[in-house]
């Protein structure tokens, strides 16, 4: 199979799941995971320290995060 089916291949593929995820309400991990800490932000005024200790994860994880 050449490489330029290959790329259709996956793309039309990424349009199923993404259709797929929509109609079903499903959300992907990295959206869970930006949903979340964008919660715990709220809840502590912006306290990006405070929000990833209360999480378990590094800060600069919370500031990646909130770049993308």
Do not use: C, P, W
Not at 1 to 15: D, F, I, P, T, Y
Not at 21 to 32: A, N, P, S
Not at 35 to 56: H, N, P, Y
């Amino acid at each position: 199979m050449s490489r330029s089916k290959q790329k259709r291949g996956r793309a039309q593929l990424e349009r199923v799941l993404f259709r797929l995820r929509k109609d079903l309400g499903i959300k992907t991990l990295d959206e869970v995971k930006r949903s979340e800490i964008e919660r715990v932000l709220a809840l502590t005024k912006g306290d990006k320290v405070l929000t990833a200790a209360l999480l378990g994860i590094g800060k600069t994880t919370v500031y990646r995060s909130l770049e993308q």
